[in-house]
């Protein structure tokens, strides 16, 4: 079974992953209203930002957060000036990296959700004098709950699989930053199969759980629609 590093690593996986959803949350919804609804030319320019982790390796990316907060960087100097010390190898500079990280997972569904919406119900909500965010409360969200959902689901799932990013801006202490993808791979570096495979294979069915419920929930919410 899994020894305590193993459960240590465990723990803050999800105390991780559960940190950066409830963030993600809060600061994709603004983000993805504003994509959803600004004709800016800064949309392409935003949206592509957002979109970068999905094509970036993340160990470019761990690699750059871990220069610009760094005792030399311009964001290590601004947290060292404001007494918090620098990010890396701490849980607070895991949780920017996986915020960063995991961002298009929640801000995309919440932006095609927004933009599913359209205009009319916003437009029926004006009428009746709804404020901007009495409209925003009253209608968007319940509109938007299943694109919550998948955001919430999709945020945590890709956040308990993260490894580069998070050994590049963690490192590998134990019960502060080896969150379990960095100690499956230190399993195997010791030749740990038995461990590794407890971890891995835990992995792996925590994740096909939590996609196959979502998917369960989205074609039975579709069937009760076309009913």
């Known amino acids: 079974m899994l020894d305590d590093a193993s459960l240590q690593a465990l723990a803050l996986t999800f105390r991780l992953a559960a940190t950066t959803t409830v963030l993600?949350?809060?600061?994709?919804t603004p983000l993805a209203w504003w994509l959803a609804r600004t004709r800016s030319?800064?949309?392409?320019?935003?949206?592509?930002?957002v979109a970068?982790?999905?094509?970036?390796?993340?160990?470019?990316?761990?690699?750059?957060?871990?220069?610009?907060?760094g005792p030399n960087g311009p964001v290590g100097q601004l947290?060292?000036?404001?007494?918090?010390?620098?990010?890396?190898?701490?849980?607070?500079?895991?949780?920017?990296?996986?915020?960063?990280?995991?961002m298009p997972f929640?801000?995309?569904?919440?932006q095609n959700a927004f933009e599913a919406i359209g205009e009319r119900p916003l437009e029926a909500a004006a009428t009746?004098?709804?404020s901007p965010?009495?409209?925003f409360f009253s209608v968007v969200l319940p509109l938007a709950r299943p694109a919550y959902l998948t955001a919430a689901?999709?945020?945590?799932?890709?956040?308990?699989?993260e490894f580069g990013i998070v050994l590049m801006m963690g490192g590998n202490i134990p019960g502060k930053t080896r969150v379990m993808s960095v100690q499956i791979y230190d399993h195997v570096e010791a030749l740990e199969y038995r461990q590794a495979h407890w971890l891995a294979g835990g992995l792996l069915v925590f994740s096909f759980l939590v996609l196959l419920a979502l998917y369960t929930l989205q074609s039975g919410r579709r069937k009760g629609q076309g009913a």
Do not use: E, I
Request: no cysteine; charged share 5%.
């Open 41 to 49: 030319w800064l949309k392409g320019p935003v949206g592509a930002l």
């Open 24 to 28: 993600l949350l809060l600061a994709g």
């Open 153 to 161: 689901v999709m945020g945590f799932a890709h956040t308990v699989g």
């Open 52 to 69: 970068l982790p999905l094509v970036l390796p993340p160990v470019v990316l761990g690699f750059y957060l871990l220069v610009l907060m």
């Open 106 to 110: 929640v801000v995309q569904p919440l």
């Open 79 to 102: 947290t060292q000036s404001l007494g918090w010390g620098v990010l890396p190898f701490t849980f607070a500079g895991l949780v920017v990296g996986s915020v960063l990280y995991s």
């Open 133 to 135: 965010l009495d409209t």
């Open 128 to 130: 009746l004098r709804a």
